[in-house]
């Protein structure tokens, strides 16, 4: 490794819908793996919103806007924490959250009227379907593909050896 540029940081991708509850438990390990990595690691959230929850699409482009307004993690973590309430009473928890987090709601209802982050997320979804991806939670890390739709055991493990190996190769 050249001592006088950084490594650049391991890249994961976690394949979310924001109506499922296991990518909500799935939320902790996250939390986890940015204390221990922090710059080392780049979590990028990726869409897969899936038919059966009738929300997770507006949820997603919802989520796009939040990080346009610089708070997209805040935003994801506060859905995912009120996927019955999503379910129940639909787009307008959307807006309320958003400002409740201080952001812009009327851009908000505006980014869901005007489908701005339509192609984001269909780009994701299409993405998602290439590689295999059927469900969520899903992680992507150095080309390695970790299905969390049907348990989360043992996943953050198997994260982190991924995640240290590739760093050691780095820094060899």
């Known amino acids: 490794m050249n001592d006088s540029a950084p490594a ?3 890249l994961l991708d976690f394949w979310c819908e924001l109506q499922c509850p296991d990518c909500r438990h799935a939320l902790a390990d996250l939390r986890v793996l940015r204390e221990r990595y922090g710059s080392r690691l780049e979590t990028r959230l990726r869409h897969f919103p899936l038919e059966k929850h009738r929300h997770a699409f507006a949820a997603a482009q919802a989520a796009e ?3 346009e307004q610089g708070r997209g993690w805040a935003y994801v973590e ?12 639909g787009e307008p928890v959307l807006l309320e ?5 201080g952001l812009d709601a009327e851009e908000f209802d505006t980014a869901l009227i005007d489908g701005r982050h339509i192609l984001i ?3 994701d979804q299409a993405e998602g379907k290439a590689i295999g991806v059927t ?5 992507v890390v150095d080309g390695e593909r970790l299905d969390g739709g049907t348990s989360q055991e043992g996943l953050r493990a198997r994260i982190e050896a991924i995640v240290d190996r590739v760093v050691a190769r780095e820094d060899a």
Do not use: C
């Open 78 to 89: 506060a859905v995912l924490a009120r996927t019955d309430d999503l379910a129940a009473k």
């Open 8 to 10: 650049a940081p391991v």
């Open 97 to 101: 959250i958003a400002g409740e987090l």
């Open 65 to 67: 806007e939040a990080f």
């Open 135 to 139: 469900g969520t939670p899903t992680y």
């Open 121 to 123: 997320v269909d780009a």
